[in-house]
């Protein structure tokens, strides 16, 4: 079946759907893009039938440009995957509609080869990030090395805003001995929008990727102006706000820079990777069954085992305060301890961190912790639990000897974990005293 | 056996533990302060013999004086319920150690009754807040409706700071027709340290709970230094970092007050419920199998089957961005929507809320939540996650009809729901830019 194709799909559960036929990553599965401008997949085997409804639509509605090469300027590749930055609000019907032809990015934002040669869009996938796997993280870090290794300078990866601070992640760790600038970004508002951040943040993640940083970050506004984005570092960075422009904040951390749109790159963190003329090194083991788990006041204990009945061979808790979870309560069937107790007996590598997202476990104050640390629980320090999460998926697809899997896990790989922690990496930095 | 008695402790299962004998909050549980200082429950079923060590401890080791009467001054409760503020470190072990007796808080802080009358000092329990469960919020809402609608024109309430605003929501829902102020406080670093902050956030509390902000608040620093601590509304804060003093915020609402200990109290935030000479209704009717569950990428949808299973009523999500789950992913077994549409089948009720904590929930922008909309997703606006999760209890605990739940958890009962936004209740609230 020819892509851009309108069809009728029949489902063997009587279920039908119409849409545009697009590309899948996964030979199993074919996607649709409905009429709302949303993609959906269907396993093959669960479809009775396509049926062709009419010509094969246009896709391309705006002049594709070749790419211009201007004397001097780095060479950057883009590597879209959907989101609001690649949307933009089709006023026929109401409803978020994505990108058909990821050039159309340079359409939107013909500034972009001003600031670098655009050597290949690429679009594996158009998703909204909430639909994003660790699946999606391999595919994308694959693209990414195959890029950087075949002579760009950087790479863009549009991206959905919701778990883009997770992919983020997830390539730091699968980018072994980066050289160069890798650049999430993505949109709070669609670009069709006067408010609309896609511009300025795609100007900025340009910038960025021909800059001297090799690291993985995401650009996104850095205050609620026009005036510059920051890049986070891929490892310390959290979305903190629902809509707001300014909603990604570094976490434990100082931005790595601010970018301003004219071009200036202020660096504002001296800790980190510079570029070099080293090959990539694409390491995209990792183990999926790890789960993140929150304990909260009447958290019922036996999710532990749910997972360890599972198969799971890691548990990430998001404990209380230095990273604690309830053991002494006074009501024995809460309590959390003989439930961790278990999982350590069999096996399963139980990482400890803070649902207070800012500051540090510390496994030594208070006899809670004690009792977890000596049990081997592993107290994960500054790193965010969400990073956590996905540095042990990565950890454990590597080894699943538990002084390895210790050891990595305190060990910085990609600026997750440090020893020390500034006083202006809190919400508060750089304030005296709030306004009110 | 009497309180203060050390005793030897024999479980049936061949473990033993030595200790301090104290009240227990449950009849069926017996508790052990042990040498280390913290407590420890056990279950009267599970013990085979008690065995006196020595002559009983005197545990009032410091004068108790009378309470001290001023002219004019305002009387309050205090009801401790253990904590770091509650601790100092003992020198002979290294651990932290609780007081034994209550009323070493006023030996501890004598200023307190330069501000209030103290009339009575209550002692429920003592332990650290990571082990705090719901029946520990009830009781400690019995006993402040006892306290005011005795006489008392405010409470103070020291509690671990782990889980202070999981216990400030609860007492917030509980307390219906509040005329009076309800101090939770706490401290980060105990009493002993010279940057302790024990002292002045009791002190706080102590003008908090003479004054005429009828509401539950947290009361704790608000800055790094010891200028000021803020009241912030029960229903919208959040422990935000794991050490620092200042570390509760005001989440998506301006705090209550800025307090300082001189006794000034600045209000920062007019919309707040004022003292009157009504009584408080105690309304502690929870339902408690009700479950907070996050979902991230290659996150286990089944969990949401666990709960069910379980016979789980309630299941609060912590979505990302706008309230989203994964419902179109590539990998059918990752996606939420089958597992959510069948909870909502059966009754269960599920809310969404935002792991950005920050913001407000949509269910209009993107498909993803429109869907769950459909479904009768009970989308919670500017409510934060931890809130849902105790008001749903507490609203499970009254009705069990979709729509009735529905409205109640949509109006706001006390503060923890509003309209609209405003732009000072971000992160970035005050400044114009931060300073790096």
Not at 74 to 98: A, E, L, Q
Not at 112 to 118: C, M, Q, R, T
Not at 190 to 211: E, K, L, P, V, W
Not at 269 to 279: A, F, I, L, V
Request: glycine content about 8%; proline content about 5%; hydrophobic content about 35%.
């Amino acid at each position: 079946m020819e892509y851009g194709r309108k069809v009728r799909l029949l489902l063997r559960d009587g279920r039908s759907f119409e849409g545009t036929f697009i590309p899948s990553p996964n030979e199993d599965t074919i996607i649709l893009k409905l009429n709302n401008g949303y993609n959906i997949g269907f396993q093959k085997d669960h479809i009775k039938d396509i049926i062709p409804l009419e010509e094969k639509v246009e896709v391309a509605k705006f002049p594709r440009r070749k790419p211009i090469y201007r004397e001097g300027l780095k060479g950057v590749s883009i590597i879209v995957t959907g989101g609001t930055i690649m949307s933009r609000v089709d006023y026929r019907t109401g409803g978020v509609h994505m990108f058909l032809d990821p050039y159309e990015l340079l359409y939107e934002i013909p500034e972009l080869e001003d600031i670098a040669v655009i050597n290949n869009i690429l679009n594996p996938f158009s998703i909204a990030s909430e639909d994003i796997t660790p699946k999606e993280w391999v595919k994308i870090a694959e693209i990414v090395a195959k890029e950087l290794n075949s002579g760009s300078d950087g790479v863009i990866i549009p991206h959905g805003t919701d778990t883009m601070h997770y992919t983020s992640a997830a390539l730091s760790f699968m980018l072994r001995d980066l050289g160069k600038p890798v650049a999430l970004v993505g949109a709070q508002r669609s670009s069709d929008r006067g408010s609309s951040d896609a511009f300025m943040n795609m100007i900025c993640a340009t910038i960025y990727a021909t800059s001297n940083i090799a690291e993985v970050s995401v650009v996104m506004h850095g205050y609620i102006s026009d005036e510059f984005c920051y890049a986070h570092r891929g490892t310390r960075v959290r979305k903190m706000h629902t809509e707001r422009r300014d909603a990604f904040q570094s976490i434990n951390d100082l931005p790595l820079a601010k970018i301003y749109p004219s071009g200036k790159i202020e660096i504002v963190n001296k800790n980190y990777r510079r570029r070099n003329d080293g090959e990539v090194l694409l390491d995209t083991k990792i183990y999926e069954k790890v789960a993140l788990v929150k304990v909260y006041p009447g958290s019922d204990p036996e999710i532990i085992d749910f997972f360890v009945d599972k198969g799971y061979k890691g548990i990430v808790i998001e404990g209380t305060g230095f990273g604690h979870a309830p053991t002494e309560t006074l009501h024995r069937e809460k309590s959390w301890f003989p439930h961790i107790e278990r999982a350590v007996e069999e096996g399963i590598i139980v990482c400890m961190t803070s649902q207070t997202i800012f500051g540090r476990t510390n496994s030594f104050v208070y006899s809670n912790a004690r009792r977890l640390y000596n049990l081997g629980v592993i107290h994960c320090e500054d790193m965010l639990p969400e990073v956590a999460y996905v540095k042990l998926m990565w950890v454990l697809g590597h080894t699943e000897n538990y002084e390895e899997v210790k050891n990595l896990m305190l060990t910085p790989l990609a600026g997750e974990i440090k020893p020390r922690s500034l006083e202006e990496e809190f919400i508060n930095s750089g304030l005296k005293e709030k306004y009110y």
